[in-house]
């Protein structure tokens, strides 16, 4: 496969007036409307603190309704929003170069999730990402509750380690919490457990969760599928259903655009931090023309 290679600088991409006009909380059902708002609350997780409820007030939420998580002692950012009709839970991701340590170190170790979360087994999960997120996670499924004051139902969405969160948090909802998840879209997502947990995911809300790659996003494709361990090695899937852009912006629901990324892009172990250090300009959510966000406005 040949790498499309983009000529063109990347600029943020132009902030409709408000992209949860269109936003319909009581489906369960795929809405690219709702991936466009749910695609804008991930932008706005990556802001200071002090300035997102003001964003969020900007698109017709209560700024006092927002809550944002953010531990001086960790990475994690989540942003809790509490609308009228919905309660959206929206994690920061991370830059590609703090991704490449979180994926190429110990972090990379599969744990079981019930480790950390009070739950029956459901499979291992990547030790990092769950260990994160369990450290705020009495204080995201608090501010959840405090909002959900008229059974709102809950959204959840994420890009890059925020989408890796995003899946572990409707996990934690499902698993742990027994509460149920509206819907759940990833940007960019990497892998975050083995099989048999990516069955359990996709056996109780995979009919929810909606995990878009777009065109050769390699961090889609980390940690990679076999990764080698004592005494043995440890296997990585994903959950939910693909909605993949090619190279010119198309949105595509069918595996097939995923399979043939899979069949001709090498990814393996021993060089991924290697590919993680290249550019990975189809990871960006909010750039031009080829960013999460300009893709899902193209097919708008």
Request: aromatic share 12%; hydrophobic share 45%.
């Amino acid at each position: 496969m040949t790498r499309k290679k983009s000529t063109t600088k990347s600029a943020p991409a132009a902030l409709p007036a408000n992209p949860f006009s269109t936003f319909v909380p009581n489906t369960t059902l795929w809405n690219i409307a709702n991936a466009r708002a749910l695609a804008y609350a991930s932008n706005l997780a990556y802001g200071l603190p002090a300035d997102i409820p003001n964003g969020a007030a900007a698109w017709g939420f209560d700024p006092a309704r927002v809550t944002v998580i953010a531990p001086a002692s960790s990475i994690l950012q989540a942003v809790i929003i509490g609308g009228p009709t919905a309660v959206i839970v929206a994690f920061r991701g991370t830059r590609p170069d703090e991704l490449k340590d979180w994926m190429a170190d110990f972090e990379i170790e599969q744990v079981a999730f019930s480790d950390y979360f009070p739950a029956h087994d459901v499979g291992m999960v990547h030790e990092g990402f769950c260990r994160l997120l369990a450290g705020s996670w009495r204080e995201i499924h608090s501010a959840v509750t405090r909002y959900q004051d008229n059974g709102q139902p809950v959204w959840i969405t994420g890009h890059s380690l925020g989408g890796a969160l995003a899946a572990m948090a409707t996990a934690a909802f499902t698993f742990a919490a027994r509460e149920p998840v509206n819907g759940l879209y990833t940007f960019g997502q990497p892998r975050i457990g083995g099989i048999d947990f990516c069955n359990q995911c996709d056996s109780n809300f995979g009919d929810v969760m909606f995990r878009f790659v777009n065109n050769e996003d390699i961090v889609t494709r980390v940690p990679p599928r076999i990764v080698p361990g004592i005494p043995l090695p440890s296997f990585y899937g994903h959950s939910g259903q693909v909605r993949f852009f090619d190279g010119d912006g198309n949105l595509h629901a069918d595996d097939h655009w995923w399979n043939s990324f899979l069949i001709n892009v090498e990814v393996g172990f021993a060089n991924m931090k290697t590919l993680l250090s290249a550019p990975v300009a189809d990871h960006c959510l909010d750039c031009r023309p080829g960013g999460y966000i300009a893709r899902i406005e193209k097919n708008i």
